[in-house]
Nanobody
C-alpha cells in the first residue's frame, strides 16, 4: 500500500514563499520518480515539477521555472517543493505523485497524495 501525504500548504501573500513536503511510504522511495502537480478550480490538473529517483534530474513547467525547486531526501522518504515569488495564479491544490517512469503526464503517475491547498492572495 503506497501512501503519500502532503503538508505545508497555506495562505501566503503575493511575492511570498512556501515549502511543501510529501512523506512517502509503501514503495521503495529511492527507486521511483516523483512529481508535483496542481489543480486550480475549474481547471485540469497540470504538471509542476518532476525529479528522478536519484535526485540529479529535474524538470519544471515553464510557469514555475526559476521560482520553484523540487528536491528529495531518500533517507527520509520525503519529497519537497520550495516555492518562491508566489503569484495569485499559483493558487491551487498541490499534489505529489509517484511513478516508475520519469513522466510529466497525469496518466503516467499511479499513486497520488490527497493534496494540500496553496492560496496566494493579499
Amino acid at each position: 500500500q503506497v501512501r503519500l501525504i502532503e503538508s505545508g500548504g497555506g495562505l501566503v501573500q503575493p511575492g511570498g514563499s512556501l515549502t511543501l513536503s510529501c512523506a512517502a511510504s509503501g514503495r521503495t522511495f529511492g527507486s521511483a520518480s516523483m512529481a508535483w502537480f496542481r489543480q486550480a478550480p475549474g481547471k485540469e490538473r497540470e504538471f509542476v515539477a518532476r525529479i528522478n529517483w536519484g535526485g540529479w534530474r529535474t524538470d519544471y513547467a515553464d510557469s514555475v521555472k526559476g521560482r520553484f525547486t523540487i528536491s528529495r531526501d531518500n533517507a527520509k522518504n520525503t519529497l519537497y517543493l520550495q516555492m518562491h515569488t508566489l503569484k495569485p495564479e499559483d493558487t491551487a491544490i498541490y499534489y505529489c505523485a509517484t511513478s516508475w517512469v520519469y513522466g510529466s503526464r497525469v496518466d503516467e503517475y499511479d499513486y497520488w497524495g490527497q493534496g494540500t491547498q496553496v492560496t496566494v492572495s493579499s
